[in-house]
């Protein structure tokens, strides 16, 4: 493997087992094990965890439209939380809170993850207030659900059935979607 491709490897092993595990769970042997090279690799390729963390920062929120596209977007929204989880996909709204913790300059970082987050929600749901409170609700609903179903193990299938979390917290989702100061009819995550 080419330098590039093995950091790309790593950054990779990385994303995936901080957003399963979390940072401190997750440990520099894991990753390397995962990315198929040595912990010694790792360390030269990236110089610290905390670098490394960084680097698997994904760059961009995911709030793909996947297959429930045509669902109201609070419904979407919610789903696609419940399918990562299920799968034990990574999860950048998991991760978030920890991202921003693990930072040097926390402040920066809160101000950096708030803006785009915050503005990609917007994009979704059709906030074009200037204060976008739909789209800071949407997002503080979505972070708990995130940490209460990955971290505290909250809402598991042996509490409530997958189609019945994803209707229930969809609803409250939708709730604030379509908030007094909606633009009009129910956005869906495809537009």
Known sequence: ????????????AARELFGRRGYTATTIKDIAARAGCSPAMVMKLMGSKAALLAAADPSEPTLDAGEGAREPVGYGLVRRLVERRDSDAPDPLATVLLLIHESDDQDAARADYERRYVAAIAERIGDRSDAQVRSHLVLAALLGLAGGTRTMGLLGPEVIAREDLIERYGALVQTIVDG???????????G
């Not at 493997?1 to 990779?12: C, I, K, L």
Request: avoid cysteine; charged fraction near 15%.
């Open 1 to 12: 493997m080419s330098g590039a491709t093995t950091r790309d490897a790593v950054v990779a």
């Open 180 to 190: 007094p100061d909606s633009p009009g009819p129910v956005a869906t995550l495809d």
